[in-house]
């Protein structure tokens, strides 16, 4: 079964830390993005990549950075972490000209 | 940008109930689908309609392009399809999700 696999469920940071989000497709997808979810305010894209070492800033893109050194990963960082930055974190991938993303299972992430 | 408006925000039914959900976009779109997040968090696709309509089992979903709507019907509703219900449009290969309806079914 493909998946796209997000390293952590749950997080818990410190006000400054830097923080790393892993997620990995094993679909051989070319397109993989960031989103981060809020009650009352859906989904919203903070960053996404078209391919490796490519990245292209979504509707959030402030405080935070990427990195996709190979196909399969995309990281999102959290270079110094805030409390406004607490939520949840999906990840998904799609393949050029594919209709379907397929999306991990998120990430809730409070930082204290 | 494209502004994606999804009503009603929340709602609660009984067993059996049937429901509709509506998704209203603000230009043209490639693509548009609808997600059903479950309690865990998980987002499954439940239908890809950029026009016409779709039906699988108790679901089905129609968008009038023209008209920039779209609109997901629940017939016979279960406790299993509570959770949060997306609408996402493409645009510029991004996809960009309405704020949801909560559902909340009750036996």
């Known amino acids: 079964d493909v998946k796209v696999t997000q390293s952590s469920r749950y997080l818990v940071k410190r006000t400054g830390e830097k923080v790393f989000l892993e997620c990995v497709q094993d679909m051989d997808h070319e397109n993989m ?24 800033k979504g509707d959030i893109p402030e405080g935070y950075s990427v990195s996709r ?20 974190y999906l990840c998904a991938s799609n393949g050029h000209r594919e209709v379907r993303y397929t999306f991990g299972s998120g990430t809730r992430l409070t930082v204290v | 940008g494209i502004q994606v408006e999804q009503s009603p925000p929340d709602l609660i039914l009984q067993e059996g109930a049937n429901s509709t959900l509506r998704c209203n976009f603000s ?15 998980q987002l ?14 108790r679901l089905s979903a129609t968008t009038v392009a023209t008209e920039r709507y779209s609109l997901l019907y629940i017939s016979s509703s279960q406790t299993t399809d509570s959770g949060v219900y997306f609408c996402a449009v493409e645009k510029n290969d991004k996809l960009i999700f309405g704020t949801g309806t909560r559902l909340q079914v009750f036996p």
Do not use: C
């Open chain 1, 33 to 56: 993005f960031w989103y981060r979810q809020d009650p009352g305010l859906g989904l919203r894209l903070i960053y996404f990549s078209y391919d490796v070492k490519m990245k292209e």
């Open chain 1, 69 to 88: 050194e190979k196909k399969e990963r995309f990281s999102l960082i959290l270079e110094s972490a805030s409390t406004n930055q607490t939520s949840m």
């Open chain 2, 27 to 41: 230009d043209s779109v490639n693509n548009l689908q609808w997600f059903h997040q479950n309690p865990w968090g």
């Open chain 2, 44 to 57: 499954i696709n439940l239908f890809y309609i950029p026009s016409g309509t779709k039906q699988n089992g």
